[in-house]
């Protein structure tokens, strides 16, 4: 059974970074997506950044492009979000979230429906 744990999230002011750790353990998949999606309250879960197996090609949502950067670490099954430049608008629960890439979804994209793994979520608090 895979399990996603976050962990890194806290309070900055604005223009401050974070990073983010999701850890992935129990994790088969040769061919897989994972990615970094959030919600503020009141809103629907977005989208982040989602990175792909081998090349780690990397997906950004407009509103993060040159602000935030997607990693993985293959031997510690970890992937990161480091967030630069954080804005107010960037206040979040973060949610780190995986997906088998088959040969019906080889794409990586930020459809939430096709990630059937997620985990519990760490908030990000962004003060102006």
């Known amino acids: 059974q895979v399990q996603l744990v976050e962990s890194g999230g806290g309070s900055v002011q604005a223009g401050g970074s974070l990073r983010l750790s999701c850890a992935a353990s129990g994790y088969s998949y040769s061919h897989y997506c994972m990615g970094w999606f959030r919600q503020a309250p009141g809103k629907e879960r977005e989208g982040v950044a989602v990175i792909q197996d081998g090349g780690g090609r990397a997906t950004y949502a407009d509103s993060v492009k040159g602000r935030f950067t997607i990693s993985q670490d293959n031997a510690k099954n970890t992937v990161y979000l480091q967030m630069n430049s954080l804005k107010p608008e960037d206040t979040a629960m973060y949610y780190c979230?995986?997906?088998?890439?088959?040969?019906?979804?080889?794409?990586?994209?930020?459809?939430?429906?096709?990630?059937?793994?997620w985990g519990q979520g760490t908030q990000v608090t962004v003060s102006s």
């Open positions: 979230a995986a997906r088998a890439r088959t040969w019906f979804q080889p794409s990586c994209t930020f459809g939430t429906e096709q990630y059937n793994t």
